[in-house]
């Protein structure tokens, strides 16, 4: 059973920086593709950014959010067990609950749009708020 938990959401002001960290036990962060995704107030979840599984020869895809990929940064430290998501010019609209989420281990799918009905395991999420 993976588990995930978020840290790092606080409030910040707007055009802040912030990053938020992802911990899990044993090998997710080798095994799966691992993402961030986040919630606003009485809104749907929505994709933020994804890292595939590493390979022995390259660094693994990412995959963002269009309307985030300029300002976000998501990646991942196998030793530390970490996956982090570097988050820059936060505005208002970015006040939402994010979410650290999990492939199974070895899901064979591209990273990419495919990829985002995959992710089955969730941590329970860590609030940020942006402030005018």
């Known amino acids: 059973q993976i588990q995930l938990e978020e840290a790092g959401g606080r409030s910040v002001q707007t055009g802040g920086s912030l990053t938020l960290s992802c911990t899990s036990s044993?090998?997710?962060?080798?095994?799966?593709?691992v993402g961030w995704f986040r919630r606003a107030e009485g809104g749907e979840r929505e994709f933020v950014a994804a890292i595939g599984r590493p390979s022995g020869w390259s660094d693994a895809d990412t995959y963002y959010a269009r309307s985030m990929e300029d300002r976000f940064t998501i990646t991942r430290d196998i030793n530390k067990n970490m996956l982090s998501l570097h988050m820059t010019d936060l505005t208002p609209t970015d006040t939402a609950v994010y979410y650290c989420a999990a492939t199974p281990p070895y899901t064979l799918v591209r990273v990419g749009p495919a990829l985002l009905q995959h992710f089955s395991y969730w941590g329970r999420g860590t609030q940020v708020t942006v402030s005018s």
């Open positions: 044993g090998d997710t962060f080798r095994n799966s593709a």
